[in-house]
T-cell receptor, first 111, second 114 residues
Framework: DGGITQSPKYLFRKEGQNVTLSCEQNLNHDAMYWYRQDPGQGLRLIYYSQIVNDFQKGDIAEGYSVSREKKESFPLTVTSAQKNPTAFYLC??????????FGEGSRLTVL | AQSVTQLGSHVSVSEGALVLLRCNYSSSVPPYLFWYVQYPNQGLQLLLKYTTGATLVKGINGFEAEFKKSETSFHLTKPSAHMSDAAEYFCAVSRSSGYSTLTFGKGTMLLVSP
């Protein structure tokens, strides 16, 4: 079945460490997105990519980095520069009709 | 610029009662509007969307929403709540022309009591 796979589902990291969250899709969608979710804050856009080898910053890109080397993959790196990285991270693709299709999310906890 | 306001971070209803979740948007051009539902520790699932055409849109699980341009609203309703409707609901807006990302509201948690 077509879908989005995010891994790992749960991740713990020590302060000062970089971590990479994986997002893989087999929906053949061009556009991919990363959102951060905090309680009571809704979803905030970190980065998005409309095509391979191109991506744009969202509203809260500081402390994060991405790459888009393949259409199917859009990994997100949470760097040590991100001051408050504990959150739920959601990857999504955009359908031809404009809506987003989401993965199951990755929960990052900084110890 | 576009924005979404969801009135009420929590809404409580009894099973069988009407569900009404409020969403107002701001957009400089005609909008596309969406409602998503999220269960704990899961991703978001599309409930329904408005793009063009009929202003009353029906979605999954008996939900519907009406686009009211004059009120800049897109409220979500369901005639009779079920225990399984307890979840967090997000309204989102994007522009209808050109490329546009989705902007989400802060969400409304729906609590359903027996």
């Amino acid at each position: 079945d077509g879908g989005i796979t995010q891994s790992p589902k749960y991740l713990f990291r020590k302060e000062g460490q970089n971590v990479t969250l994986s997002c893989e899709q087999n929906l053949n969608h061009d556009a991919m997105y990363w959102y951060r979710q905090d309680p009571g804050q809704g979803l905030r856009l970190i980065y998005y990519s409309q095509i391979v080898n191109d991506f744009q910053k969202g509203d809260i890109a500081e402390g994060y980095s991405v790459s888009r080397e393949k259409k199917e993959s859009f990994p997100l790196t949470v760097t040590s520069a991100q001051k408050n990285p504990t959150a739920f991270y959601l990857c999504a693709t955009r359908t031809g009709e404009g809506e987003l299709f989401f993965g199951e999310g990755s929960r990052l906890t900084v110890l | 610029a576009q924005s979404v306001t969801q009135l009420g971070s929590h809404v409580s209803v009894s099973e069988g009662a009407l569900v009404l979740l409020r969403c107002n948007y701001s957009s400089s051009v005609p909008p596309y509007l969406f409602w998503y539902v999220q269960y704990p520790n899961q991703g978001l699932q599309l409930l329904l969307k408005y793009t063009t055409g009929a202003t009353l849109v029906k979605g999954i699980n008996g939900f519907e929403a009406e686009f009211k341009k004059s009120e800049t609203s897109f409220h979500l309703t369901k005639p009779s709540a079920h225990m399984s409707d307890a979840a967090e609901y997000f309204c989102a807006v994007s522009r209808s022309s050109g490329y546009s990302t989705l902007t989400f509201g802060k969400g409304t948690m729906l609590l359903v009591s027996p």
